[in-house]
């Protein structure tokens, strides 16, 4: 069952995704907490250390999104829907140095879409350029071949590799991170 869309919830709106502002009750009626359960969804994510629950769910978005100042998360919907079909972040917001670290995840497999995750990365950029007046967003990954994408989506550079940085199935992953400057993305 599709959910109604609230207008009132949509914060960035785009040509085949929204994103929205995330509530209480998207965190219940969602399958949010559960993406975090999927072994294969979460194999190139900082996720599945441990079990998640709706509680748990409930207590983050209740410590870390409600009323952030330094984390920006939304819900990436279909522009037809209010289905949540993945999250969206600029974490870690950084106003003296002018930077935020980017993140998302596709969680529904209705959205696992090269154009949904595409649309959802620009609408974000361009919060984070055009309204935040950052200078700079960046992220991560232990895939290089989704960082090589995400710099090919948003004009971004790879800028380096932390070598044996992250912990994931059963061995030490290099991150590659990838940086998005403004006059680039806009160039």
């Known amino acids: ?39 294969e969804l979460c194999k190139t994510l900082q996720q599945h250390y441990y079990p998640n629950t709706l509680e748990s769910q409930l207590e983050f978005y209740q410590k870390n999104i409600a ?19 993945g999250v969206i972040s600029l974490n870690n917001i950084d106003y003296i140095n002018s930077k935020a670290e980017i993140s998302a995840v596709i969680g529904e497999p209705s959205g ?3 154009n949904i995750f595409r649309e959802s990365c620009v609408l974000i950029c361009q919060h984070a350029f055009n309204t935040l007046n950052l200078n700079k967003v960046y992220g991560g990954s232990i895939s ?42 806009y160039a």
């Not at 912990?167 to 590659?176: E, M």
């Open 144 to 185: 290089k071949e989704l960082a090589e994408l995400m710099c090919k989506f948003l004009k971004g550079k790879m800028e380096g590799v932390i070598r044996s940085d992250i912990y994931k199935n059963g061995a030490y992953h290099d991150a590659h991170v990838y940086g998005i400057l403004k006059e680039d993305f």
């Open 1 to 39: 069952m599709t959910n109604p869309i609230d207008n009132r919830d949509i914060f960035l709106r785009g040509k085949h995704v929204y994103l929205k502002a995330l509530t209480r009750d998207d965190v219940i009626r969602s399958n949010w907490y559960g993406w975090f359960n999927d072994e």
């Open 67 to 85: 009323g952030s100042s330094s984390k920006i998360q939304l819900g990436i919907c279909k522009t037809d829907n209010a289905d949540i079909l």
């Open 112 to 114: 696992r879409n090269i």
